[in-house]
């Protein structure tokens, strides 16, 4: 028997005499009808199971996490969920946080995996958390060619045009985090993409220093801003070849799979925290469903 005990580290050896762990019987978990092996530990007297070493452990509606996982990244929003589900509210915020978690441990599994990408593009779309005077942005990279979404950030930034004065009257000054944020997800995504690698933008001025100081051997190629098309709300672009396709059209998936992204609609972010893990749960599936179906 190969199990190692969790409280001791102790586990069976072919010198031992005496087995430290041993079977004590077995017994049906409720939650899927699952039956799960126990046992003891000689050394420390603690007995565990099958099921302490789930990541699940400790839960009692594991069989809802699925179902949540595919609601959360197909445009369901939470009190929906917990109208067809039959769930509480705060039921399906706790397993969102915890399918976060997960969904981060695996996009950075899948990002270790895969080859290292030789052309990124990266961009932001905006949004905002609880009222259009408190702006969001989200800041993503993107594979070309692929559209395989290598990171992605959430930054709050002061309200712009005619908003600034009664966003200033209502909430007081905003701090901008765009900068550190990307600075922070250009270093984060640094390993996963070579050395002479190109990228592309739009011209936005503050995205030359910061590419020439995390990628100084790489080729950044900018291009001109345009008018969105209809279909794509602004994020697809209208009318000719579009050299940043790859990124437009996965923020457009963005804002079709992700309810706090849609226009005009109630589904708002009111914190900026459960937005970033929101995206990376529809991150993971669009890494591994989407694009990985579209290859096949």
């Not at 001109?224 to 059209?249: A, I, M, T, W, Y």
Request: hydrophobic content about 35%; aromatic content about 10%.
């Amino acid at each position: 028997m190969s199990r190692k005990c969790p409280y001791c580290d102790k586990s069976n050896t072919p010198s031992d005499r005496r087995k430290a762990i041993v079977l004590i019987g077995s017994f049906v978990r409720k939650s899927d009808n699952s039956q799960q092996q126990r046992y003891r530990c000689n050394s420390c007297r603690f007995t565990f199971s099958d099921a302490s070493f789930h990541p699940c452990y400790y839960q009692k509606k594991r069989q809802f996490n699925s179902l949540i996982y595919q609601g959360l990244v197909s445009g369901v929003s939470q009190r929906r969920l917990t109208r067809v589900l039959r769930l509480n509210r705060k039921t399906i915020v706790r397993k969102m946080i915890f399918l976060s978690r997960l969904a981060s441990n695996f996009f950075e599994i899948d990002r270790r995996l895969q080859k290292k990408s030789e052309t990124i593009e990266f961009d932001d779309l905006e949004t905002f958390e609880h009222s259009k005077l408190k702006p969001l942005s989200v800041i993503a990279v993107v594979e070309s060619e692929s559209r395989r979404v290598l990171g992605l950030s959430v930054a709050r930034m002061p309200a712009k045009g005619l908003l600034v004065r009664q966003s200033l009257k209502k909430y007081g000054h905003r701090q901008d985090e765009r900068k550190v944020k990307r600075q922070q997800l250009l270093e984060e995504i640094k390993p996963f993409v070579v050395e002479e690698a190109v990228i592309k933008s739009d011209e936005n001025p503050h995205y030359v220093k910061d590419v020439r100081r995390y990628f100084p051997e790489g080729k950044h190629l900018r291009y001109k801003g345009r008018r969105g098309c209809v279909v794509g709300q602004g994020e697809l672009k209208s009318g000719g070849f579009d050299p940043l396709f790859s990124l437009n059209h996965t923020m457009a998936m963005f804002r079709a799979n992700v309810n706090r992204l849609f226009r005009r609609s109630w589904n708002t972010t009111k914190r900026a925290d459960r937005l970033e893990m929101h995206l990376k749960l529809y991150a993971l599936y669009h890494n591994s469903v989407l694009i990985y179906s579209k290859s096949i």
